[in-house]
């Protein structure tokens, strides 16, 4: 009797573990396969002399739901970068100003502005695949800006002066007696 309840625990036990295995092998493959596309994408794009080569695709339900490489030189735009598109393309097809859900592949560790924009844009989780250094590497400013972020303003690579605050607080005044605001 109590080694049949053993037996059957343990049995179920192993089952659990298997489908666990299977399921982590399963998602891994997922993951590797939509990494796939924002590399894809980051090759294609540089290649085509688009921009540089970065790549990103954003997926919510296993379906993906925005897409981007970067496109700066090819559009005198510095914004242009993989992430930004691909945000800007998700939230287009959403109907949406929050990733609410998503999930974030991106061919290399975001700069510091998309770092910014993918914590604006909330999605739950953000692959990575080279990092900041092996950018950095490649002659792109990534590392540098995260170091800036730490410094006074006075020493930063480009000087910041604040001025007119009390005027600019107006525009906060406003925003926090508005009623109708839509908040995010
Ligand atoms: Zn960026």
Redesign the pocket.
Known sequence: MCNNFNKKFLDEAAKALQDQDYDSVKNDDEHNQFMQEAIKLAIDGAQNNEGGPFGCIIVKDGEIIGKGNNKVTSTNDPTA?A??IAIRDACKNLDSFQLEDCTIYTSCE??P??LGAIYWARPDKVYFASNKTDAANVGFDDAFIYKEIDLDYNKRSIKFEQNSRNEALKAFKLWEEKEDKTKY
């Open positions: 970068h992430e930004i975001p700069c502005m998309c």
